[in-house]
Protein backbone atom coordinates (compact mmCIF):
# COMPACT_ATOMS: atom_id res chain seq x y z
CA UNK A 1 0.00 0.00 0.00
CA UNK A 2 1.61 3.54 -1.05
CA UNK A 3 1.76 5.90 1.61
CA UNK A 4 0.44 8.83 1.65
CA UNK A 5 1.74 12.40 2.83
CA UNK A 6 -0.12 13.12 6.54
CA UNK A 7 -1.07 16.35 4.98
CA UNK A 8 -3.09 14.85 2.78
CA UNK A 9 -4.30 11.86 4.90
CA UNK A 10 -5.16 15.05 7.47
CA UNK A 11 -7.31 16.85 4.57
CA UNK A 12 -8.90 13.64 3.55
CA UNK A 13 -9.92 12.84 7.34
CA UNK A 14 -11.36 16.58 7.94
CA UNK A 15 -13.19 16.17 4.79
CA UNK A 16 -14.41 12.85 5.29
CA UNK A 17 -15.88 13.44 9.07
CA UNK A 18 -17.04 17.07 8.40
CA UNK A 19 -14.95 18.18 11.45
CA UNK A 20 -14.06 21.44 10.31
CA UNK A 21 -12.35 22.25 13.53
CA UNK A 22 -9.79 19.56 13.31
CA UNK A 23 -8.51 19.64 10.08
CA UNK A 24 -6.17 22.89 11.11
CA UNK A 25 -4.68 21.32 14.04
CA UNK A 26 -3.98 18.53 11.93
CA UNK A 27 -2.22 20.45 8.93
CA UNK A 28 -0.27 22.65 11.60
CA UNK A 29 0.71 19.95 13.73
CA UNK A 30 2.07 17.79 10.66
CA UNK A 31 4.35 20.23 10.23
CA UNK A 32 5.65 21.61 12.75
CA UNK A 33 5.86 18.82 15.01
CA UNK A 34 8.74 15.97 15.91
CA UNK A 35 9.70 13.43 18.31
CA UNK A 36 7.66 10.87 20.24
CA UNK A 37 4.29 9.75 18.26
CA UNK A 38 1.41 7.73 18.72
CA UNK A 39 0.85 8.02 15.24
CA UNK A 40 0.54 4.33 13.49
CA UNK A 41 -0.13 4.76 9.30
CA UNK A 42 -1.00 2.18 6.90
CA UNK A 43 2.45 1.50 5.52
CA UNK A 44 5.90 0.60 7.44
CA UNK A 45 8.08 2.51 5.09
CA UNK A 46 11.08 4.70 6.98
CA UNK A 47 9.49 8.58 6.73
CA UNK A 48 8.97 9.60 10.38
CA UNK A 49 5.50 10.31 11.08
CA UNK A 50 4.47 13.26 12.86
CA UNK A 51 3.91 13.98 16.17
CA UNK A 52 0.58 15.56 17.25
CA UNK A 53 1.19 15.25 20.98
CA UNK A 54 0.54 12.40 23.31
CA UNK A 55 -2.94 11.32 24.81
CA UNK A 56 -3.59 11.45 28.49
CA UNK A 57 -3.73 7.98 30.24
CA UNK A 58 -7.33 6.63 30.39
CA UNK A 59 -10.09 5.69 28.13
CA UNK A 60 -11.06 8.16 24.89
CA UNK A 61 -13.07 8.04 22.39
CA UNK A 62 -12.59 6.39 18.62
CA UNK A 63 -14.07 7.90 16.17
CA UNK A 64 -14.37 5.65 13.21
CA UNK A 65 -15.21 6.04 9.62
CA UNK A 66 -17.36 8.93 11.14
CA UNK A 67 -19.05 7.14 13.77
CA UNK A 68 -18.19 6.23 17.65
CA UNK A 69 -16.69 2.52 18.43
CA UNK A 70 -17.45 0.89 21.80
CA UNK A 71 -15.82 -2.32 23.15
CA UNK A 72 -18.92 -3.86 24.60
CA UNK A 73 -21.74 -1.74 24.36
CA UNK A 74 -24.00 -3.29 26.77
CA UNK A 75 -21.56 -3.12 29.28
CA UNK A 76 -18.86 0.14 28.69
CA UNK A 77 -21.51 2.70 26.76
CA UNK A 78 -23.03 3.32 30.44
CA UNK A 79 -21.71 6.24 31.93
CA UNK A 80 -20.02 6.67 28.11
CA UNK A 81 -16.66 5.09 28.65
CA UNK A 82 -15.21 4.85 25.60
CA UNK A 83 -13.49 1.61 23.77
CA UNK A 84 -9.53 2.73 23.39
CA UNK A 85 -7.16 2.75 26.27
CA UNK A 86 -4.19 5.21 26.75
CA UNK A 87 -0.93 3.55 28.74
CA UNK A 88 2.14 4.71 29.15
CA UNK A 89 1.61 7.02 26.02
CA UNK A 90 0.58 4.27 23.68
CA UNK A 91 -3.20 3.80 22.47
CA UNK A 92 -4.45 0.46 22.62
CA UNK A 93 -8.04 -0.04 20.94
CA UNK A 94 -10.44 -3.08 21.49
CA UNK A 95 -9.17 -5.51 18.39
CA UNK A 96 -12.86 -7.44 18.11
CA UNK A 97 -15.18 -4.34 17.42
CA UNK A 98 -12.54 -2.57 15.63
CA UNK A 99 -11.95 -5.47 13.23
CA UNK A 100 -15.13 -7.34 13.13
CA UNK A 101 -16.17 -3.62 11.71
CA UNK A 102 -13.62 -3.60 8.72
CA UNK A 103 -15.31 -6.78 7.71
CA UNK A 104 -12.81 -9.27 9.32
CA UNK A 105 -14.04 -12.55 11.30
CA UNK A 106 -12.45 -12.35 14.60
CA UNK A 107 -11.72 -16.36 16.62
CA UNK A 108 -10.11 -16.40 20.19
CA UNK A 109 -8.47 -19.24 21.64
CA UNK A 110 -8.74 -19.35 25.63
CA UNK A 111 -6.30 -21.69 26.56
CA UNK A 112 -3.56 -19.62 24.49
CA UNK A 113 -5.08 -16.50 24.98
CA UNK A 114 -4.34 -16.10 21.10
CA UNK A 115 -6.68 -14.48 19.10
CA UNK A 116 -6.89 -15.30 15.06
CA UNK A 117 -8.51 -12.54 12.72
CA UNK A 118 -8.96 -13.36 9.04
CA UNK A 119 -10.24 -11.94 5.79
CA UNK A 120 -9.35 -12.05 2.41
CA UNK A 121 -5.64 -11.66 2.02
CA UNK A 122 -4.58 -10.56 5.55
CA UNK A 123 -4.41 -13.11 8.61
CA UNK A 124 -3.47 -11.81 12.33
CA UNK A 125 -2.58 -13.37 14.91
CA UNK A 126 -1.67 -11.55 18.79
CA UNK A 127 -1.45 -13.33 21.91
CA UNK A 128 -2.21 -11.60 25.30
CA UNK A 129 0.77 -10.73 27.01
CA UNK A 130 3.43 -11.48 24.41
CA UNK A 131 4.78 -8.37 22.31
CA UNK A 132 4.81 -9.56 18.83
CA UNK A 133 2.01 -9.00 15.93
CA UNK A 134 2.07 -12.06 13.13
CA UNK A 135 1.01 -10.78 10.25
CA UNK A 136 0.66 -13.28 7.09
CA UNK A 137 2.87 -15.32 8.64
CA UNK A 138 5.73 -12.30 9.71
CA UNK A 139 6.64 -12.19 13.06
CA UNK A 140 6.81 -8.26 13.86
CA UNK A 141 7.70 -6.92 17.35
CA UNK A 142 5.39 -4.56 19.70
CA UNK A 143 6.63 -2.35 22.15
CA UNK A 144 3.53 -3.38 24.09
CA UNK A 145 1.99 -6.56 24.26
CA UNK A 146 -1.64 -7.01 24.24
CA UNK A 147 -3.22 -6.96 27.07
CA UNK A 148 -7.26 -7.76 28.44
CA UNK A 149 -9.25 -4.54 29.82
CA UNK A 150 -12.64 -5.35 31.04
CA UNK A 151 -12.86 -8.94 29.29
CA UNK A 152 -11.95 -6.91 25.83
CA UNK A 153 -8.71 -7.47 23.98
CA UNK A 154 -6.91 -4.59 23.27
CA UNK A 155 -4.17 -4.46 20.85
CA UNK A 156 -1.60 -0.92 20.37
CA UNK A 157 -2.36 1.15 17.25
CA UNK A 158 0.13 -0.78 14.75
CA UNK A 159 -1.53 -3.93 14.64
CA UNK A 160 -5.05 -2.23 13.10
CA UNK A 161 -2.73 -0.01 10.67
CA UNK A 162 0.15 -2.97 9.48
CA UNK A 163 -2.62 -5.57 9.85
CA UNK A 164 -5.30 -4.13 8.09
CA UNK A 165 -3.79 -0.96 6.14
CA UNK A 166 -5.62 1.37 7.83
CA UNK A 167 -5.11 4.88 8.96
CA UNK A 168 -4.86 6.00 12.83
CA UNK A 169 -4.05 9.27 14.21
CA UNK A 170 -4.68 11.06 17.88
CA UNK A 171 -6.97 14.49 17.48
CA UNK A 172 -5.40 16.22 20.35
CA UNK A 173 -8.25 19.01 19.80
CA UNK A 174 -10.92 16.64 20.27
CA UNK A 175 -9.31 14.48 22.43
CA UNK A 176 -9.86 11.27 20.32
CA UNK A 177 -8.63 8.92 18.16
CA UNK A 178 -9.77 8.68 14.32
CA UNK A 179 -9.51 5.64 12.18
CA UNK A 180 -10.50 5.80 8.56
CA UNK A 181 -10.61 2.33 6.76
CA UNK A 182 -11.61 2.40 3.13
CA UNK A 183 -12.04 -1.63 2.09
CA UNK A 184 -9.78 -2.23 -1.24
CA UNK A 185 -12.10 -2.09 -4.70
CA UNK A 186 -12.28 -5.13 -6.20
CA UNK A 187 -10.92 -5.65 -9.34
CA UNK A 188 -13.75 -5.64 -12.20
CA UNK A 189 -15.21 -9.13 -13.33
CA UNK A 190 -13.81 -9.92 -16.50
CA UNK A 191 -16.61 -10.74 -19.22
CA UNK A 192 -16.58 -14.56 -19.90
CA UNK A 193 -15.77 -15.57 -23.38
CA UNK A 194 -18.91 -16.73 -24.95
CA UNK A 195 -18.51 -20.00 -26.23
CA UNK A 196 -20.30 -21.64 -29.31
CA UNK A 197 -23.95 -22.42 -29.44
CA UNK A 198 -23.65 -25.91 -29.24
CA UNK A 199 -27.10 -27.71 -31.30
CA UNK A 200 -29.77 -28.04 -28.60
CA UNK A 201 -29.93 -31.48 -27.37
CA UNK A 202 -32.62 -33.28 -25.62
CA UNK A 203 -32.32 -33.25 -21.82
CA UNK A 204 -31.89 -36.54 -20.17
CA UNK A 205 -34.62 -38.21 -18.15
CA UNK A 206 -34.33 -37.73 -14.67
CA UNK A 207 -34.68 -40.80 -12.68
CA UNK A 208 -36.87 -40.25 -10.35
CA UNK A 209 -35.66 -40.43 -6.50
CA UNK A 210 -37.02 -44.31 -5.05
CA UNK A 211 -40.24 -43.25 -2.01
CA UNK A 212 -39.71 -44.46 0.94
CA UNK A 213 -42.46 -47.20 1.71
CA UNK A 214 -43.92 -46.01 4.95
CA UNK A 215 -43.39 -48.96 8.02
CA UNK A 216 -46.91 -50.57 8.31
CA UNK A 217 -46.91 -52.98 11.71
CA UNK A 218 -48.07 -56.58 11.40
CA UNK A 219 -47.58 -58.74 14.22
CA UNK A 220 -48.99 -61.57 16.20
CA UNK A 221 -47.93 -62.25 19.81
CA UNK A 222 -48.43 -65.18 22.26
CA UNK A 223 -47.65 -64.60 25.92
CA UNK A 224 -48.05 -66.60 29.20
CA UNK A 225 -49.94 -64.59 32.33
CA UNK A 226 -47.69 -65.29 35.31
CA UNK A 227 -50.16 -66.29 38.93
CA UNK A 228 -52.61 -63.68 37.62
CA UNK A 229 -54.80 -63.13 40.97
CA UNK A 230 -58.59 -63.76 40.35
CA UNK A 231 -61.68 -62.11 42.42
CA UNK A 232 -64.79 -63.12 41.79
CA UNK A 233 -68.03 -65.37 43.48
CA UNK A 234 -65.88 -68.71 42.62
CA UNK A 235 -62.25 -67.51 43.68
CA UNK A 236 -61.94 -64.35 46.66
CA UNK A 237 -58.35 -63.62 45.23
CA UNK A 238 -56.85 -67.24 44.42
CA UNK A 239 -53.61 -67.72 42.22
CA UNK A 240 -54.72 -68.50 38.83
CA UNK A 241 -52.54 -70.98 36.22
CA UNK A 242 -52.87 -72.13 32.72
CA UNK A 243 -53.74 -68.46 32.05
CA UNK A 244 -52.63 -66.79 28.62
CA UNK A 245 -52.72 -64.71 26.23
CA UNK A 246 -52.84 -64.40 22.50
CA UNK A 247 -52.63 -61.29 20.21
CA UNK A 248 -52.30 -59.83 16.37
CA UNK A 249 -53.22 -56.94 14.55
CA UNK A 250 -51.94 -55.35 11.27
CA UNK A 251 -52.01 -51.59 9.96
CA UNK A 252 -53.42 -50.71 6.21
CA UNK A 253 -53.90 -47.59 4.31
CA UNK A 254 -57.96 -46.71 2.95
CA UNK A 255 -59.19 -43.68 1.67
CA UNK A 256 -56.09 -41.63 2.42
CA UNK A 257 -56.65 -42.83 6.05
CA UNK A 258 -54.37 -44.83 8.47
CA UNK A 259 -55.89 -47.58 9.81
CA UNK A 260 -55.82 -50.86 12.22
CA UNK A 261 -57.17 -54.29 12.74
CA UNK A 262 -56.41 -56.32 15.69
CA UNK A 263 -57.75 -59.36 17.59
CA UNK A 264 -56.91 -60.57 21.22
CA UNK A 265 -58.04 -64.00 22.82
CA UNK A 266 -57.11 -63.82 26.87
CA UNK A 267 -57.67 -66.78 29.20
CA UNK A 268 -57.65 -66.58 33.29
CA UNK A 269 -57.62 -70.26 34.54
CA UNK A 270 -57.71 -70.32 38.53
CA UNK A 271 -58.89 -72.72 41.38
CA UNK A 272 -62.21 -72.59 42.89
CA UNK A 273 -61.93 -74.46 46.21
CA UNK A 274 -64.42 -75.65 49.05
CA UNK A 275 -63.82 -75.70 52.71
CA UNK A 276 -65.44 -78.95 53.74
CA UNK A 277 -65.98 -82.58 51.81
CA UNK A 278 -68.78 -82.48 49.25
CA UNK A 279 -71.94 -82.99 51.40
CA UNK A 280 -74.55 -86.09 50.61
CA UNK A 281 -77.73 -84.77 48.52
CA UNK A 282 -75.78 -82.87 46.69
CA UNK A 283 -77.33 -81.93 43.18
CA UNK A 284 -75.50 -79.45 41.17
CA UNK A 285 -79.15 -78.70 39.29
CA UNK A 286 -80.38 -77.43 42.33
CA UNK A 287 -80.15 -73.69 43.25
CA UNK A 288 -80.21 -72.56 47.27
CA UNK A 289 -78.40 -75.92 48.69
CA UNK A 290 -75.65 -74.37 51.05
CA UNK A 291 -78.38 -73.82 53.77
CA UNK A 292 -80.34 -77.28 52.46
CA UNK A 293 -77.34 -79.40 52.85
CA UNK A 294 -75.20 -77.53 56.26
CA UNK A 295 -72.98 -76.26 54.93
CA UNK A 296 -71.45 -73.26 57.50
CA UNK A 297 -71.80 -69.99 55.51
CA UNK A 298 -68.97 -68.36 54.11
CA UNK A 299 -67.44 -72.04 53.21
CA UNK A 300 -65.34 -71.04 49.62
CA UNK A 301 -68.03 -74.10 47.63
CA UNK A 302 -70.79 -71.66 48.59
CA UNK A 303 -71.08 -69.56 45.32
CA UNK A 304 -73.88 -66.57 45.35
CA UNK A 305 -76.60 -67.92 42.22
CA UNK A 306 -77.55 -65.12 39.45
CA UNK A 307 -80.13 -63.19 39.96
CA UNK A 308 -78.70 -62.97 43.86
CA UNK A 309 -80.94 -65.65 44.86
CA UNK A 310 -79.13 -67.54 47.99
CA UNK A 311 -76.33 -69.68 47.43
CA UNK A 312 -75.42 -72.96 45.53
CA UNK A 313 -72.70 -75.40 46.42
CA UNK A 314 -69.84 -75.73 43.78
CA UNK A 315 -67.33 -78.60 44.35
CA UNK A 316 -63.82 -77.47 43.86
CA UNK A 317 -62.53 -77.36 39.71
CA UNK A 318 -60.28 -75.61 37.86
CA UNK A 319 -62.73 -72.37 36.83
CA UNK A 320 -62.08 -70.96 32.78
CA UNK A 321 -62.94 -67.01 31.47
CA UNK A 322 -62.32 -66.50 28.28
CA UNK A 323 -62.88 -63.93 25.96
CA UNK A 324 -62.40 -62.97 22.32
CA UNK A 325 -62.44 -59.04 21.22
CA UNK A 326 -62.12 -57.56 17.53
CA UNK A 327 -61.06 -53.85 16.89
CA UNK A 328 -60.79 -51.45 14.40
CA UNK A 329 -59.04 -47.86 14.85
CA UNK A 330 -58.12 -44.89 13.61
CA UNK A 331 -55.14 -42.96 13.66
CA UNK A 332 -55.39 -40.03 15.81
CA UNK A 333 -51.45 -39.59 16.96
CA UNK A 334 -47.75 -40.87 16.13
CA UNK A 335 -46.38 -43.19 17.05
CA UNK A 336 -49.37 -45.61 16.01
CA UNK A 337 -51.93 -44.23 18.22
CA UNK A 338 -55.88 -45.37 17.40
CA UNK A 339 -58.88 -44.69 18.79
CA UNK A 340 -61.38 -47.19 17.55
CA UNK A 341 -64.61 -49.69 18.36
CA UNK A 342 -64.70 -53.41 18.99
CA UNK A 343 -66.74 -56.68 20.01
CA UNK A 344 -65.90 -59.26 22.34
CA UNK A 345 -67.23 -62.49 23.12
CA UNK A 346 -67.16 -63.95 26.75
CA UNK A 347 -67.59 -67.44 27.66
CA UNK A 348 -66.81 -69.72 30.70
CA UNK A 349 -66.65 -73.30 31.77
CA UNK A 350 -68.96 -73.43 34.63
CA UNK A 351 -72.07 -72.66 33.27
CA UNK A 352 -73.02 -69.44 33.31
CA UNK A 353 -74.30 -67.51 29.53
CA UNK A 354 -71.69 -66.41 27.25
CA UNK A 355 -72.18 -62.24 26.61
CA UNK A 356 -71.48 -60.16 24.31
CA UNK A 357 -71.44 -56.45 23.50
CA UNK A 358 -69.77 -53.47 21.43
CA UNK A 359 -67.02 -51.56 22.89
CA UNK A 360 -64.92 -48.58 22.50
CA UNK A 361 -61.16 -47.96 23.20
CA UNK A 362 -57.62 -46.37 22.74
CA UNK A 363 -54.74 -48.37 21.09
CA UNK A 364 -51.10 -47.68 21.13
CA UNK A 365 -49.45 -50.37 18.76
CA UNK A 366 -45.89 -50.89 19.01
CA UNK A 367 -43.26 -49.84 16.37
CA UNK A 368 -41.66 -52.92 15.41
CA UNK A 369 -39.80 -51.29 13.62
CA UNK A 370 -37.31 -50.16 16.15
CA UNK A 371 -35.51 -52.22 19.00
CA UNK A 372 -37.41 -51.10 21.96
CA UNK A 373 -41.04 -49.58 21.88
CA UNK A 374 -43.80 -49.50 24.50
CA UNK A 375 -47.63 -50.43 23.63
CA UNK A 376 -50.55 -50.58 26.08
CA UNK A 377 -54.47 -50.41 25.05
CA UNK A 378 -57.79 -49.36 27.48
CA UNK A 379 -61.06 -50.95 25.76
CA UNK A 380 -64.31 -50.34 27.98
CA UNK A 381 -67.42 -52.58 26.83
CA UNK A 382 -70.49 -50.95 28.65
CA UNK A 383 -73.07 -53.77 28.43
CA UNK A 384 -71.82 -57.39 27.75
CA UNK A 385 -75.13 -59.18 27.86
CA UNK A 386 -76.40 -63.09 27.97
CA UNK A 387 -79.56 -64.84 28.77
CA UNK A 388 -79.63 -67.28 31.57
CA UNK A 389 -82.51 -69.83 32.38
CA UNK A 390 -81.64 -71.33 36.47
CA UNK A 391 -82.66 -74.65 37.37
CA UNK A 392 -86.12 -73.92 39.04
CA UNK A 393 -86.68 -72.57 35.04
CA UNK A 394 -86.40 -68.76 35.44
CA UNK A 395 -85.57 -66.58 33.17
CA UNK A 396 -82.46 -64.10 34.10
CA UNK A 397 -80.12 -61.29 31.77
CA UNK A 398 -76.90 -61.30 32.99
CA UNK A 399 -74.85 -58.48 32.25
CA UNK A 400 -71.50 -56.47 32.98
CA UNK A 401 -69.77 -53.79 32.19
CA UNK A 402 -66.11 -54.12 30.74
CA UNK A 403 -62.54 -52.38 31.59
CA UNK A 404 -59.65 -54.38 29.39
CA UNK A 405 -56.11 -52.91 29.49
CA UNK A 406 -53.04 -53.84 28.96
CA UNK A 407 -49.36 -52.30 28.70
CA UNK A 408 -46.01 -53.62 27.65
CA UNK A 409 -42.61 -53.62 25.89
CA UNK A 410 -41.42 -55.54 22.58
CA UNK A 411 -37.60 -55.96 22.10
CA UNK A 412 -37.13 -57.03 18.74
CA UNK A 413 -34.02 -60.23 18.77
CA UNK A 414 -31.34 -58.08 16.27
CA UNK A 415 -32.25 -58.46 12.72
CA UNK A 416 -34.32 -61.31 13.09
CA UNK A 417 -38.43 -61.14 12.87
CA UNK A 418 -38.67 -62.40 16.75
CA UNK A 419 -39.59 -59.69 19.35
CA UNK A 420 -39.70 -60.75 23.15
CA UNK A 421 -42.75 -59.45 24.76
CA UNK A 422 -44.03 -58.46 28.29
CA UNK A 423 -46.31 -56.38 30.10
CA UNK A 424 -49.54 -56.42 32.66
CA UNK A 425 -52.94 -57.53 31.50
CA UNK A 426 -56.00 -57.09 33.21
CA UNK A 427 -59.63 -56.76 32.96
CA UNK A 428 -62.53 -55.43 35.29
CA UNK A 429 -65.82 -56.15 35.59
CA UNK A 430 -69.02 -54.44 36.76
CA UNK A 431 -71.95 -56.01 37.52
CA UNK A 432 -74.77 -54.37 35.33
CA UNK A 433 -77.43 -56.76 35.43
CA UNK A 434 -77.81 -59.94 37.82
CA UNK A 435 -74.16 -60.61 38.60
CA UNK A 436 -73.94 -62.42 41.58
CA UNK A 437 -70.70 -60.22 41.95
CA UNK A 438 -67.90 -58.22 39.64
CA UNK A 439 -65.06 -59.26 38.77
CA UNK A 440 -60.74 -58.76 38.56
CA UNK A 441 -58.44 -60.57 36.66
CA UNK A 442 -55.05 -59.47 36.17
CA UNK A 443 -50.70 -60.50 36.03
CA UNK A 444 -47.49 -59.69 34.35
CA UNK A 445 -46.95 -61.97 31.17
CA UNK A 446 -43.88 -62.91 28.88
CA UNK A 447 -43.84 -64.16 25.97
CA UNK A 448 -42.28 -63.99 22.13
CA UNK A 449 -43.87 -62.13 18.84
CA UNK A 450 -43.37 -62.30 15.21
CA UNK A 451 -43.33 -59.14 12.75
CA UNK A 452 -44.28 -59.34 9.75
Same mark, same amino acid.
Given at each position: MKRLSTGVLAALLAAGLGLGAVAAPLVSQAQGNSGNTVVAQASTGTTPAANFGTPPSGQIPILYNDHHVYSKPDVLKQGRVLAALVKGGTVLIPLRSMFEQMGASVSYDAASKTVTVNKPGAEVKVTVGKPEVIINGESRPLDVPPMLYKGSVLVPLRVISEGMGAYVQWVPDKQLVVVRYLPPTPPPATAPTEEPTAAPTAPPTPTPAPVATPYLDKFIAGDYIISPKVYNEFSPGNTGKSSYAVRGGFEFNAFNLPWMLEGTYTQFGYPHNQGVATPAGYAPSVNDQCTALGVPAGDPGCVTNIGGVGQTFVPAFTARDQDFDGRF??? $?? +? @????????????? +????? @?? *?? &?????? *?? #? @?????????????????? !?? &????? @??????????? #?????????? $? !??????? #?? #? &????ENGMNKQNAPSGFTANGPYLGLGIKF
Open positions: GLK $VA +N @PRIYIGVGYLWRT +NNYGY @PR *EN &GFGFGI *EK #L @PDLNQALSFYGSAWYYPN !LK &GNYTA @PNGSQYSLAYR #LLKYQVGAAY $V !LGNSPVF #LD #L &GWIG
